[in-house]
């Protein structure tokens, strides 16, 4: 059975950090693609960061220059590592995970409160 389990979110203040994690477990060939998508009050989904497998990174324009995702393939780990967080950074922080013949899991969410 395919999991991601998240974990990092939390309060914290404008222009502080987190750092979020996310573990898959459950996939014998590994995945594809994996990231974060952030999710916020009467919006859609919206994409934060990917990486491949490969290491191929894409990030939201909002976010480039400050924060950073990163894996661990032996421990199929995702992490965003989240600098100068901004009041629109607030939201469930998605880990999802595409993998070859399976296709697209999600994790439960991760709250992110970034007060001013």
């Keep these: 059975q395919v999991q991601l389990v998240e974990s990092g979110g939390g309060l914290v203040q404008a222009g502080g950090s987190l750092r979020l ?15 974060w998508y952030l999710q916020t009050p009467g919006k859609q989904r919206e994409l934060v960061a990917t990486i491949s497998a490969s290491e191929l990174t894409n990030y939201a324009d909002s976010v480039k220059g400050r ?7 032996a421990k199929s780990t995702v ?33 992110v409160t970034v007060s001013s």
């Excluded at 994690?21 to 990231?35: D, E, K, Q, V």
């Design 21 to 35: 994690s996310c573990a898959l477990s459950g996939s014998r060939f590994g995945y594809n693609t994996m990231g």
């Design 67 to 73: 924060f950073a995702i990163s894996e661990d393939t």
């Design 79 to 111: 992490y965003l590592q989240m600098n100068s967080l901004k009041d629109e950074d607030t939201g469930v922080y998605y880990c999802y995970a595409l993998l070859s013949a399976l296709g697209i899991f999600w994790g439960q969410g991760t709250q």
